[in-house]
């Protein structure tokens, strides 16, 4: 009986390696961030390490995501992070939204939010653990994008309006 459940297990797990969800590999950064803020080297290499594989259309893919259902795992945290926050079109965003959504970069990392811890477990992506220098230099950076869009835009374009 039990072999009989291992090998029903063994079926069903080799036929969903057949079943793979569509990758974020569009690349397009036509709304980039960096088409209207100024993004440092050192902000870019921490976005690149720690941010942009759920919140870009930039994702890496590591080797386990080739592997059902990890894939699946994997592509459901890239589309609720795409979702959430989407570097790669923050810049078609209403000028209230863009603010939003820098003060929320503020909140999540530094309340240790961000990265989510999942995505270092098992020391998977060292890259994205952020040392508290690191966490400074992303909270410094989204503030001053906040100052400058206080700026350069009227204070009631900023805020986001309630839904009704």
Known sequence: ?????????????????????????????????????????????????????????????????NIQPTAWWLNSHVKGGKQHLNFSTIAKLPIAVQNHKFDEVIDNVKDNEMPIASYTFFGLHPEAKLTDEQRTTLINWAQSNMDYLKANYPADSLVLKRRK
Request: include cysteine; charge should be neutral.
């Open 1 to 65: 009986m039990i072999k009989k459940i291992l090998l029903a297990l063994l079926v069903i797990l080799v036929i969903i390696q057949f079943i793979k969800p569509e990758r974020n590999l569009s690349g397009d950064e036509t709304y980039g961030l960096a088409t209207k803020y100024t993004v440092p080297e050192d902000v870019r290499t921490i976005l690149k390490g720690a941010c942009n594989d759920c919140h870009s259309n930039l994702t890496e893919y590591p080797w386990y995501a």
